[in-house]
């Protein structure tokens, strides 16, 4: 599987590749592996990461899919709906799956999302407003959700 590092502000995207689609963007502090190749995918991703952080691209199309259950890939389905820019709570993404009752089960799917940036589970925040969570930490979470409303204009620089 080819498998590259690519430079971000945020850190190292490592951006995985499985029969030309991608499979996984993460990012680290430093490499958590060796990088093995890189292929026309990888190189598709790493200059659309390059645009969204140049805030040129609100939207990737690259070909990816991660690997998961029914739940989780109707959850990263909804996540990928969410627009540019917004933010929305675990409870309001349970009332667009209409599974109300299902936000623990909804914040676990969350959670596994290997598709990080591209998947915008960064967008999902706590029902007070509040940062929550996220796998590549809260900073890389104000991070990008400033970008965004920064690149959208709405007129803040700061969101918390």
């Known amino acids: 599987m080819p498998v590259i590092y690519h430079t971000t502000p945020i850190g190292l995207a490592r951006i995985e590749d499985e029969d030309g689609m991608i499979c996984s963007v993460t990012v680290h502090e430093i ?16 200059k659309q990461l ?16 991660q ?12 996540l990928f709906q969410i627009s540019y820019a917004e933010t929305i709570s675990y409870a ?18 969350n959670g596994r999302n290997s ?3 591209v998947v915008p589970c960064h967008r999902v925040i706590g029902s007070d407003g509040s940062l929550t969570g996220y796998a590549g ?13 920064r690149v ?9």
């Open 152 to 160: 959208q204009g709405v007129g803040q620089t700061s969101l918390f």
């Open 92 to 109: 309001t993404l349970s009332k667009r799956m209409n599974n109300p009752l299902a936000i623990r089960a909804i914040a676990s799917a």
């Open 50 to 65: 390059d645009e969204y952080f140049a805030g040129k691209r609100k939207i990737f199309d690259f070909p990816f899919q």
């Open 67 to 78: 690997k998961g259950t029914d739940f989780q890939q109707e959850v990263w389905k909804h």
């Open 31 to 46: 490499p958590v592996d060796d990088a093995t190749d890189t292929s026309p995918a990888i190189n598709d991703a790493a």
């Open 115 to 117: 598709m990080w940036i």
């Open 137 to 149: 930490g809260l900073w890389r979470k104000q991070y990008l959700l400033e970008l965004e409303a």
